[in-house]
């Protein structure tokens, strides 16, 4: 390399370009500090940032475990599920009852209770007994028709459980797959709580 190539690399438009960023790095000197004071802390916020990442998606697995459960058991799925069983149960064991209330109303429907219908006829001014009528009644038809009343609303009960148990399986079911979306959501959070605290490793 000649002197005459070294001194084109200092011409006079080069050496205005140098001047013009020394220049502006003074102008703006404080502009610059505070940029490189960010820059400096940039890796320990980004830490932190990593940090609250990781925590929130703790904090999202913890929530879906109470709303789903684990491996199908517990959470809030899980009692909805004990409870539509119980509801199932109760109902069942309406509907026995039912069937043996019906059962005894019927019974109650046939029995006859004899009565007695004694005739008089006056003789010298004194009632004297002519006759007796012995017939049958039906005393207790009417309690026998409000126990079959009983039984009928004790079926629709079972009826009414076994569909609120049903609505309360769909509702596990929608809180089952509520969790599943927040356990993946925490998985997620957890990645790049992961990724974000590597990136100045």
């Known amino acids: 390399m000649d002197l005459g190539d070294l001194s084109k690399m200092f011409d006079k438009a080069g050496m205005d370009k140098v001047g013009d960023v020394v220049e502006f790095v003074v102008d703006h000197r404080d502009e610059l500090d505070?940029?490189?004071?960010?820059?400096?802390?940039?890796p320990a916020l980004l830490g932190a940032f990593a940090d609250a990442l990781g925590d929130a998606g703790d904090h999202a697995k913890d929530a879906a475990v109470s709303l789903?459960?684990?491996?199908?058991?517990?959470?809030?799925?899980?009692?909805?599920?004990?409870?539509?069983?119980?509801?199932?149960?109760?109902?069942?064991?309406?509907?026995?009852?039912?069937?043996f209330i019906d059962d005894v109303a019927g019974f109650m429907a046939?029995?006859?209770?004899?009565?007695?219908?004694?005739?008089?006829?006056k003789v010298a001014g004194v009632n004297i007994v002519s006759g007796v009528d012995i017939g049958k009644d039906k005393l207790l038809e009417d309690p026998s028709q409000r126990l079959a009343?009983?039984?009928?609303?004790?079926?629709?009960?079972?009826g009414?459980?076994?569909?609120?148990?049903?609505?309360?399986?769909?509702?596990?079911?929608?809180?089952?797959?509520?969790?599943?979306?927040?356990?993946?959501?925490?998985?997620?959070?957890?990645?790049?709580?992961?990724?974000?605290?590597?990136?100045?490793?």
């Open 160 to 201: 009414d459980l076994a569909g609120l148990a049903e609505n309360l399986e769909q509702l596990a079911a929608i809180l089952t797959a509520v969790g599943g979306a927040i356990d993946k959501l925490g998985d997620g959070l957890k990645t790049s709580g992961t990724q974000a605290s590597k990136m100045f490793a």
């Open 68 to 99: 789903a459960g684990k491996a199908g058991k517990g959470g809030a799925a899980g009692t909805l599920v004990n409870g539509a069983g119980a509801l199932v149960k109760v109902g069942d064991q309406l509907a026995e009852a039912a069937e």
């Open 110 to 121: 046939t029995i006859d209770i004899p009565n007695v219908d004694v005739h008089y006829a």
């Open 149 to 158: 009343s009983t039984a009928t609303t004790l079926t629709k009960a079972k």
């Open 34 to 42: 505070k940029l490189i004071a960010i820059v400096k802390e940039a």
